[in-house]
């Protein structure tokens, strides 16, 4: 191992991570979506190298960035992404704003796979939009997709767009060829835009491989991907993703859009941080997954062992776990407040994921191995003394 992910790293005292919740420093901190880890050297060097040059004006999209998401979408996830298709965009969450408000109107319906992202509730009814739930079904340790409800919904709900997590947050989920093909085909029959988030699209564990809708191409003109570098690489404060519109005529409507929502020039320092991690971040990035394959497997072993409290979802890809309380323990209060309270570890609640959902706990693992030892020894110890 070249890197050494369990070094303990001085968080930055504006750490939304660390910092929101400091009042109690023994609590483990495994909510928000980034990881813990020092960012790959090449970044630093190329952050450092920019800066030398001491100007920070407005600046314009070099060439450079462009190909480098070009390279790593042909090379890591075998897509091929033309020049033009790309609209950067200062993040994933603000691209799926600018869809909504460019291909929508108020009062529209817009299909969700619940659990989900819970900033896709908040774009949808933030912009006056109608949430319409295909919620996964859950099957043994994994989720699938309900296609004759997916399909009954087109049908007769007669939604304007359906927003996908590919793969998915918080489950985990990274859909087969055979399943987004179906998505894709079910939303051209039924006239219905395909927004991908594929912003995990790299965080994928070895058995599983992503796919990007993107690769249809019977479908490019009905469908928006979005990505970014920031959770590979763990960046997400460059604010810095990339919108991906193969149909011309769509392109230009979110770019209007995107100027009538304000200024266009994105953060100098976030584009060198991106273009330097497609460029020189792989071996990184590989070494980054194995680490918290490792601290998945050793989690999903724990969690089995007391599979009478527990029932874990096997995540194939993202640094998250997904994890429903199931004993009499939690039935005094939900299980994210259990594991705050008794446990000392702060995770996500299963509500923010969907209302049906309050049993439920997202943690993040992408974490020192040993901060998630000693936090599941206290869970365990919560738990003893709880029987």
């Not at 089995?304 to 997904?322: C, D, E, G, Q, V």
Request: aromatic share 12%; net charge neutral; glycine share 4%.
């Amino acid at each position: 191992m070249i890197y050494n992910f369990s070094k303990i790293v001085t968080q930055d005292r504006n750490s939304q991570k660390w910092h929101n919740y400091a009042d109690d420093p023994i609590v483990s901190q495994m909510w928000i979506a980034d990881m813990d880890f020092e960012v790959a050297n090449e970044i630093k060097e190329s952050l450092i190298n920019r800066i030398q040059t001491p100007i920070f004006g407005y600046t314009n999209v070099p060439d450079s960035y462009y190909d480098s998401i070009q390279k790593w979408q042909l090379n890591e996830h075998q897509w091929v992404v033309e020049k033009d298709w790309i609209v950067p965009v200062s993040g994933v969450v603000t691209g799926i704003n600018l869809v909504i408000q460019a291909f929508t109107t108020e009062g529209d319906k817009i299909v969700i796979q619940t659990p989900v992202y819970h900033s896709f509730f908040n774009c949808i009814l933030n912009n006056n939009r109608v949430v319409v739930e295909n919620p996964l079904e859950q099957y043994n340790d994994y989720y699938k997709i309900d296609f004759n409800h997916l399909e009954c919904i087109f049908r007769k709900e007669k939604p304007k767009m359906m927003i996908l997590c590919s793969p998915h947050n918080p489950v985990g989920k990274v859909f087969s060829k055979q399943e987004l093909e179906s998505i894709c085909m079910l939303c051209s029959k039924y006239n219905v835009i395909l927004v991908s988030d594929e912003i995990h699209q790299d965080i994928v564990f070895p058995g599983s491989s992503h796919y990007s809708v993107g690769r249809f191409k019977d479908y490019l003109e009905n469908v928006i991907i979005l990505v970014s570098a920031s959770k590979s690489f763990n960046l997400a404060g460059f604010k810095v993703s990339n919108s991906i519109i193969p149909n011309k005529k769509m392109r230009e409507l979110y770019t209007q859009k995107k100027k009538q929502n304000g200024p266009i020039s994105l953060n100098i320092l976030g584009l060198i941080a991106c273009e330097a991690a497609y460029q020189f971040g792989k071996p990184w990035l590989k070494e980054v997954v194995n680490y918290i394959e490792s601290n998945r497997d050793y989690a999903l072993e724990f969690f089995k062992r007391y599979s009478n409290h527990f029932h874990i979802f096997t995540p194939s890809a993202t640094y998250f776990l997904w994890i429903k309380g199931i004993s009499d323990i939690f039935s005094k209060q939900t299980i994210a407040d259990w594991f705050l309270n008794s446990a000392k570890i702060r995770g996500n609640k299963g509500e923010d994921f969907g209302r049906s959902n309050m049993d439920f706990i997202r943690l993040n693992i992408a974490c020192r191995k040993e901060t998630l030892v000693e936090s599941l020894n206290r869970v365990e110890s919560s738990l003893t003394k709880a029987m």
